[in-house]
């Protein structure tokens, strides 16, 4: 089949590269669409350390099981669930689990992948393809709300203008919160002003402490350092970034200030689905453009070098 394959000598697309073999309890899913997320670049820099098919953001038509002929998305980490981080609720935290396309499991960058069926969420049939493949990052936003009780009118400092920021800005204005986005780019910016969403320029970033919540969404190891400069005493920052490396920043004003620093990853795929059939939340004006599963290098080029929000890969058609 064809794929998209990270290795010690570099990222390539191959053509004859395995099919995947469903274990018990498994799905074979032919991807239809798959998004180009900062994780890819991240490991493709060396995050993580991972080689295999890249790609964790899909939507594809599910091949046996219950949801045979149906569209799914699917949450990308394949848990044992019999540790006890399993039992006790915490699968994604499952010392012993795979991550699709991020950890010991081939992702979603080719024509098959293979999942849990325990992870596999129906598309209504009412979300378009396009849209259903930012279920997975969506979903991440609502994990703030997940981890945060957020109230009307804290003021929240998004910190990166991309597509996650984007989302977590969304999600967090529409539980009430005062959110301001501060980014690099005039047109990103300028799409979240279209949504009445405040945006300021990074350069234009005052030296005022007095956000409640700051989320990094910068997917830049400086991040936490400008958040720590902006977030008032015994306020919270969340951290969406990772980040191929190592990170040296003074740890002391999370002391002095009592700052609580949240880490937070995947969140509620049914609260995003949901989200986006009720069409609460902005998706299609993120996406920046759409090329086969043959140009994938092409388009990492452009999510490294142009100022892009989200680039999907048309891998396969509905009908087949």
């Known amino acids: 089949m064809r794929a998209v394959v990270l290795d010690n000598t570099g990222v390539k697309f191959r053509s004859d ?8 309890g498994e799905i074979l899913v032919r991807v239809l669409m798959a998004g180009v ?14 080689q295999g098919v890249l790609g964790h953001e ?8 219950p949801f045979q002929g149906r569209r799914v998305v699917g949450e990308i980490n394949a848990s044992c669930e019999t540790c006890e981080y399993c039992q006790r609720g915490l699968a994604n935290h499952c010392p012993h689990r795979t991550v699709l396309g991020i950890l010991n499991r081939d992702g ?5 992948l293979s999942i849990p069926q325990q992870n596999l969420h129906l598309v ?10 930012l279920t997975e990052p969506l979903a991440a936003a609502f994990q703030i709300l997940e981890q945060l ?13 991309g597509r996650l920021g984007n989302l977590c800005a969304q999600v967090l204005a529409h539980a009430g919160c005062r959110v301001t986005v501060v980014g690099k780019h005039a047109r990103k910016l300028e799409i979240l002003r279209k949504s009445g969403i405040a945006t ?21 190891a400086t991040g936490l350092a400008t ?21 040296h920043i003074s740890l002391a004003p999370v002391v002095i200030d009592e700052v609580t620093i949240i880490g937070s990853r995947c969140g509620p795929f049914p609260v995003a689905l949901a989200a986006l059939q009720r069409q609460q939340i902005d998706v299609m004006s993120l996406i920046d453009g759409i090329a086969p599963l043959e140009s994938t290098l092409a388009m990492f080029e452009r999510a490294r070098t142009e100022p892009v929000l989200k680039l999907l890969l048309e891998i396969n058609s509905e009908a087949a």
């Open 58 to 65: 899909f939507v594809g038509i599910a091949e046996s099981g």
């Open 37 to 50: 997320c900062e994780t890819d670049l991240q490991l493709i820099r060396g995050y993580m350390g991972f």
């Open 200 to 220: 300021l320029l990074l350069a234009d970033l005052p030296a005022d402490r007095s956000n409640d919540i700051v989320v990094d969404c910068t997917g830049s």
């Open 124 to 133: 209504p049939d009412d979300i378009s393809t396009r849209a259903a493949v």
């Open 17 to 24: 590269y395995p099919n995947p073999q469903p274990k018990t």
């Open 149 to 161: 009780r957020v109230s009307a009118g804290q003021t929240v400092l998004v910190l990166g203008d």
């Open 227 to 247: 958040a720590l400069s902006v977030v008032r005493p015994r306020g919270t920052i969340v951290l969406k970034t990772t980040v191929a490396g190592e990170q």
């Open 108 to 112: 979603a960058f080719a024509d098959y």
